[in-house]
Nanobody, 124 residues
């Protein structure tokens, strides 16, 4: 069992940066692939970024490529999402997720555990 708690969301202006954190419980965090998803009002939850257990493999949605960076610190049981050059269309609730395969994956169905989410609002 893995429990995930996101933090770091907030209200920012276009062009600003934010770093989201996701703290995981449990001693097996280092074996999980981790992902970030987001959900805007009235829209489906969509993939943002993923990282494998070893950090060797990362994937990004085209909409965030070059602006967002996913990373993890297995010693701290934490995964991060550094978000730069934020745009209004980045607004939404951001969720982190843990997948038992250990691989980085864009598929929601391959994640076993989810956090409660943190709100990110980008507005002038």
């Amino acid at each position: 069992q893995v429990q995930l708690v996101e933090s770091g969301g907030g209200l920012v202006q276009p062009g600003d940066s934010l770093r989201l954190s996701c703290a995981a419980s449990g001693r097996t965090f280092s074996t999980y692939g981790m992902g970030w998803f987001r959900q805007a009002p009235g829209k489906e939850r969509e993939f943002v970024a993923a990282i494998s257990w070893s950090s060797v493999t990362t994937y990004y949605a085209d909409s965030v490529k070059g602006r967002f960076i996913i990373s993890r610190d297995n010693a701290k049981n934490t995964v991060y999402l550094q978000m730069n050059s934020l745009k209004p269309e980045d607004t939404g609730v951001y969720f982190c997720a843990a997948g038992g395969t250990g691989w980085a994956t864009i598929r929601r169905s391959e994640y076993d555990y989810w956090g409660q989410g943190t709100q990110v609002t980008v507005s002038s």
